[in-house]
């Protein structure tokens, strides 16, 4: 059985064909002029006749060129459209959510696994952030955690956020386990760099004025606190939407109960006009966890 041609061998005949010059050709495709020639020399020996007439300083096709030349271009035509829809539908069966890194471990991947039990043909890329401005173009959906004032423009609020504080099961204030918020005035605290408001509207919602919540173990991560306190460290004050699998899995305890909202709030990204079917799709799922 004969091999066939290299593909592009027909391609750099197509070319050269259109632009009656190897040079021209050469440009289009990103290859040397020389290479263009070889391209279509090679064709010309496998089918055993030649495509061109080559004079000096032109080109010109011999009768079988300009026969086999409509055949070329419809085949080429076809493969094109081909490969460009799969592209397209690859690209359309993927989605990427940035998110931050603790909402993503903490909420964000059993939400994407219920998603994908409906939808299995779609594929979520969770880009978890440390930073709220990392990398946010990669993606098709953007969670974030704000302020008010600081909230992406045209996004939606997905949900404000209580808080909640959590220690071990078997996390001790002295010598008995912790009961009430009162108890909280002797434990060892866990603080969230740049969250320490949550501390402070704990202290506010009970009026203690002269309790100054600074001791304990420091870190910059929600995630690091959580499993500080899941190692008997301390209390942590956190969003109640962290906590979840921490609960289900018997590491850690609310050990009692109050209402108090968080000063930051979950934001979504407005939706992309030129979104993706497999996008909408996600952000509407997203969209049933909205207050």
Excluded at 59 to 81: C, K, M, Q, S, V
Excluded at 141 to 159: F, H, K, M, N
Aim: proline share 4%; net charge negative.
């Amino acid at each position: 059985m004969k091999i066939a041609p290299y593909l592009n061998f027909v391609r750099s005949f197509e070319a050269a064909a259109r632009h009656l010059s190897f040079t021209a050709a050469a440009e289009e495709l990103n290859y040397t002029q020389s290479a263009i020639s070889n391209h279509v020399r090679s064709l010309e020996e496998y089918i055993g006749r030649p495509l061109f007439v080559r004079y000096p300083r032109s080109l010109a096709l011999t009768n079988l060129g300009e026969a086999y030349l409509p055949a070329i271009r419809n085949a080429l035509a076809e493969i094109d459209t081909a490969t460009e829809a799969i592209i397209t539908t690859m690209h359309e069966k993927k989605v990427v959510v940035s998110c931050p890194v603790s909402l993503a471990q903490n909420w964000l991947t059993q939400v994407v696994a219920e998603f994908n039990v409906v939808h299995s043909d779609i594929t979520v890329a969770i880009h978890g952030r440390i930073w709220r401005d990392e990398e946010a173009e990669i993606a098709d959906i953007q969670l974030t955690s704000a302020r008010v004032e600081d909230a992406p423009d045209g996004s939606e609020v997905l949900w404000r956020d209580k808080l909640t504080v959590v220690c071990a099961p078997d996390f001790m204030v002295g010598e008995q386990r912790l009961r009430s918020p009162e108890d909280l005035r002797h434990a060892n605290l866990i603080h969230v760099m740049g969250r320490t408001d949550y501390w402070l509207k704990f202290a506010e919602l009970f009026g203690w004025n002269d309790w100054k919540p600074t001791s304990g173990a420091q870190t910059n991560s929600l995630n690091v606190s959580l499993e500080l306190a899941a190692c008997g460290q301390g209390c942590v004050i956190v969003p109640k939407s962290l906590i979840g699998t921490y609960l289900d899995r018997g590491l850690l305890i609310e050990p009692f109960q109050f209402e108090l909202e968080s000063p930051w709030s979950c934001y979504i990204s407005k939706e992309v006009r030129s979104g993706s079917k497999s996008t909408r799709l996600l952000r509407n799922w997203l969209l049933q966890y909205q207050d």
